[in-house]
């Protein structure tokens, strides 16, 4: 599985961005989809991740309520709505998939490249 993560950008404190994370093969629905995230001198840290039906989900805490992750799996592609950002908000966002959902970023055997949201106060 491929995966391109796309839709990042500079946006206020309170506004919003949607995330796409799209991917190659015809076994995507297959696989759980999760985000992460890392500011610059900090570890990657859990945000996201959906199961491959779509009918799990599962948030960091720092999150709930103002994200949402889903998926389209006809268009092999998982997104994840990010509403009331914060300027904490700010990292390089990632997708990366995986055989079952687990928020262990050492357990997903494939990353996409990364897309930069930055929030400004």
């Known amino acids: 599985v491929q995966l391109q993560a796309s839709g990042g950008g500079s946006v206020q404190a309170g506004g919003s961005l949607r995330l796409s994370c799209a991917a190659s093969?015809?076994?995507?629905?297959?696989?759980?989809v999760g985000w992460f995230r890392q500011a610059p001198g900090t570890e990657r840290e859990f945000v996201s991740v959906?199961?491959?039906?779509?009918?799990?989900?599962y948030y960091a805490d720092s999150v709930k309520g103002r994200f949402t992750i889903s998926r389209d799996n006809a268009k092999n592609t998982v997104y994840l709505q990010m509403n009331s950002l914060k300027p904490e908000d700010t990292a390089v966002h990632y997708c990366?998939?995986?055989?079952?959902?687990?928020?262990?970023?050492?357990?997903?055997?494939?990353w996409g490249q990364g897309t930069l949201v930055t929030v400004s106060s």
């Open positions: 959906i199961g491959g039906t779509g009918s799990g989900t």
């Open positions: 990366a998939a995986h055989g079952f959902w687990t928020v262990r970023s050492a357990d997903y055997d494939y």
């Open positions: 093969g015809r076994t995507f629905s297959q696989y759980a």
